[in-house]
């Protein structure tokens, strides 16, 4: 048996339903592409109002390095020119210190010749003063405190011309230095010695101890001294007093003379002590010995002649004089 099958009605609203969601599609797609392309439009304005700001950002950068390059370039042209005024000057205080350095140097020459005139000068009379004190007074001391003064005075020239002089004062120095105290002032304290001796001498011939007296002497002898005379020796006491008043008077002239130098005078001054000497003394090994100690003291010589003494203060006035000459 045949059964009948309804037959099947169309779903009329499925049918509707696609073009609508096609539609509603579209419209989205639409509004989501407008939106996209609105913000792409956005972006591109704002892309286009950034590059916009920062072009003219760096058109502002570029227009004031452009004004910096200008004042630099201006800060430049200025320091040239300063510098080309500064090493002007430079060149000139360079020329101007030259001269101010020769004018000094001709300054410190003239004022060393100066200053090494004076000291030759100076050392020049210390030098004639000191050989005055020799010649004059005998004063070895004094002339040997002027040596080195003069010597002193010598060392402050450095001119090598000087070397020979300073060489020859030295030699000087050493030969006065081996005087000692000097001629004079040994003499001196040999005579005082001397004139202290004769208090000793004595003033009356003495008998040997073996010489066997007469018999009259030797009754005598209890009452009377009796000894042997000499006819020079003066027996009077007032002529004994004025004898010695003579020898010390002469002993005196001695002095005087050995202080000046006066050889002549001193040895007529030794010779009258050695008359005295004979008239107040009796012979005697006593008296011979001061009599030869007087005649050691009359040879001596009170102005020693040293080769050395004036050769610097020669020396130095030649050269003076060959550096004056023309």
Same mark, same amino acid.
């Given at each position: ?17 696609? $073009? ?11 509004? /989501? ?8 439009? #956005?972006?591109?304005? %704002? !892309? ?6 920062? *072009? ?38 360079? #020329? ?7 004018? *000094? ?20 009379? %210390? ?8 010649? /004059? ?16 005075? =010598? ?7 000087? =070397?020979?002089?300073?060489? !020859? *004062? ?47 002497? #030797? ?14 020796? =003066? ?11 003579? *020898?010390?008077?002469? %002993? ?27 008239? %107040?003394? $009796? ?20 102005? $020693? ?20 000459? $023309?």
């Amino acid at each position: 048996m045949n059964e009948d099958v309804a037959p099947v009605q169309p779903r009329r609203p499925l049918r509707w339903l696609l $073009p609508l969601i096609a539609i509603a599609v579209l419209v989205a797609a639409g509004w /989501f592409g407008w939106h996209s392309w609105q913000s792409r439009q #956005q972006q591109a304005d %704002l !892309a286009r109002d950034s590059a916009t700001q920062q *072009l003219n950002a760096m058109q502002q950068g570029l227009d004031a390095l452009r004004r910096d390059q200008r004042a630099n370039a201006r800060s430049i042209q200025d320091a040239a020119a300063t510098n080309r005024v500064l090493r002007d000057e430079v060149l000139g205080l360079s #020329q101007r210190n030259a001269l101010l350095e020769e004018n *000094l140097a001709q300054l410190a020459d003239s004022s060393r010749q100066g200053a090494q005139a004076v000291r030759r000068e100076e050392a020049e009379l %210390l030098l004639n003063q000191a050989q005055q004190r020799l010649t /004059f007074a005998g004063d070895l001391d004094g002339a040997r405190r002027l040596y080195a003064l003069a010597a002193s005075a =010598l060392e402050g020239i450095d001119s090598p011309d000087y =070397l020979n002089l300073r060489q !020859a *004062l030295i030699q000087e120095r050493n030969a006065l230095d081996a005087l000692g105290p000097g001629v004079r002032a040994r003499t001196a304290a040999q005579l005082e010695q001397w004139s202290t001796e004769l208090e000793h001498l004595p003033e009356h011939l003495q008998l040997p101890a073996d010489t066997q007296q007469p018999w009259w002497q #030797q009754m005598l002898s209890p009452l009377v001294q009796i000894r042997p005379a000499d006819g020079k020796v =003066l027996v009077a006491r007032s002529e004994r007093i004025a004898a010695n008043d003579s *020898l010390q008077i002469e %002993l005196s002239l001695a002095r005087a003379a050995l202080e000046r130098g006066d050889g002549k005078a001193w040895q007529q001054a030794l010779d009258r002590v050695d008359g005295w000497l004979q008239r %107040l003394w $009796p012979d005697s090994p006593q008296r011979q010995l001061r009599r030869s100690e007087l005649r050691e003291m009359r040879g001596m010589e009170l102005r $020693p002649n040293l080769p050395e003494l004036g050769s610097t203060l020669q020396q130095l006035r030649s050269t003076r004089a060959a550096k004056d000459a $023309p």
